[in-house]
Every structure is written in structure tokens, then in C-alpha cells.
T-cell receptor
């Protein structure tokens, strides 16, 4: 069975600093996808970044990058130059093609001015 | 892009009434749509998966007669909470994907519906 672990229930970061949100996963499938979503207080789930299990390079999307360490089964999200608008819940998720998403418990990020 | 709309965004109803929530994929055809429920400060809990033209697949513990799902077309799925009770009050979120591999397997979420049953 697939499982996602996010060990940080809450994180604080100073504006303009970088922050890493941890995510570890467990699966026996060789092919899978890893996703990060942002959920602001409005409730909408916003897709941030995707990493495929066979991707050779770490995914990047603007200020977001994914530190993918396959052997350690970790897929940490790095947000560079934090902004006040980055304050939100962040969920790590994974899926295998044709199977449902599995979400982690989430990390609440608070960006301090 | 991949935009998913959800309507209504907020609904308050009396106990015993039924509430219908619509989920639409606006700019793509969604092979599969998903319905989630989220309690405060918790992660998303998958309720059911629906495919166009077939019966929804419900997760264990989710009452199919309580939460009716209809996936009438490749762009529309509806969730009806029948005979709603206060314990059904929650945030309901739908998502849709294109049913393709890799990054195209991304689920795109609607803005959610906050249901309050009095």
C-alpha cells in the first residue's frame, strides 16, 4: 500500500528566506508520480509541481523545486524567496497510473514579515 | 490549462434536506473525477471515484446511498448528499484528471464546497 508522511505539522519561515517541506513516501511500485499541492485558507487545492519516478532531474517550477531522493524515498519541496502569500497548507501526494492519489497529512507554512 | 469549477461554493441547509454539488472540467475532458471530503485541519479523504457512464467506486466506509454520485458526461460529475445531517457538514472538494500518464495524471481540483447542515 502507498503511504505519504509529512513529519512537520507546522513550519515558520522569514519572508525572502528559503524553506524546505519534508515528504517521504512508501510504495512497492517502480513507477509512480509525486505531487505537491498548496491549499490557502480559501480551500482551493493548487497544483505546484510534479516529479516522475523515472525522471533523472529534480523538477523545478519557478520558485518551487523538488528535492527528489529516490533511494531514500523522499520528495521534499523547496520554496525559495518566500513570500507572504506562500502561507498555506502544503500537501504531498503520490499516485501510480490508474490508481488513486494518496495525500500526506499536510504541513502548515507560515511566512513571517 | 486545466480548470475545474465547483458549484455552489457554500451551502447551508436544514437537516433532512438533500444537497447537490456540481463539478465541471471547463477546458478538458475528464476521464475520471474524484470526490473528497476534508475536515478542519485534516488532509483530504477520498470518498469516491467516478468514471463517465459507469457507477462510482466508493471508498470503504462511505455510504453510497447517502452520497449519490452521477458522472453524466466527460465534463460533469455531481455529488448529492441525501437527507443531510449535521455530521455531514464538511468541506467537499472534487478533482478531475485526463487519465494520461506522468504529469498528465495530475488531479486538478475545484475550489470546494463548504456544506453546513443545521
Amino acid at each position: 500500500a502507498q503511504k505519504i508522511t509529512q513529519t512537520q505539522p507546522g513550519m515558520f519561515v522569514q519572508e525572502k528566506e528559503a524553506v524546505t517541506l519534508d515528504c517521504t513516501y512508501d510504495t512497492s511500485d517502480p513507477s509512480y508520480g509525486l505531487f505537491w499541492y498548496k491549499q490557502p485558507s480559501s480551500g482551493e487545492m493548487i497544483f505546484l509541481i510534479y516529479q516522475g519516478s523515472y525522471d533523472q532531474q529534480n523538477a523545478t517550477e519557478g520558485r518551487y523545486s523538488l528535492n527528489f531522493q529516490k533511494a531514500r524515498k523522499s520528495a521534499n519541496l523547496v520554496i525559495s524567496a518566500s513570500q507572504l502569500g506562500d502561507s498555506a497548507m502544503y500537501f504531498c501526494a503520490m499516485t501510480n497510473l490508474g490508481q488513486n492519489f494518496v495525500f500526506g497529512p499536510g504541513t502548515r507554512l507560515s511566512v513571517l514579515p | 490549462g486545466a480548470v475545474v469549477s465547483q458549484h455552489p461554493s457554500r451551502v447551508i441547509c436544514k437537516s433532512g434536506t438533500s444537497v447537490k454539488i456540481e463539478c465541471r472540467s471547463l477546458d478538458f475532458q475528464a476521464t475520471t473525477m474524484f470526490w473528497y471530503r476534508q475536515f478542519p485541519k485534516q488532509s483530504l479523504m477520498l470518498m469516491a471515484t467516478s468514471n463517465e457512464g459507469s457507477k462510482a467506486t466508493y471508498e470503504q466506509g462511505v455510504e453510497k446511498d447517502k452520497f449519490l454520485i452521477n458522472h453524466a458526461s466527460l465534463t460533469l460529475s455531481t455529488l448529492t448528499v441525501t437527507s443531510a445531517h449535521p455530521e455531514d457538514s464538511s468541506f467537499y472538494i472534487c478533482s478531475a484528471n485526463k487519465g494520461l500518464a506522468g504529469v498528465e495524471d495530475t488531479q486538478y481540483f475545484g475550489p470546494g464546497t463548504r456544506l453546513t447542515v443545521l
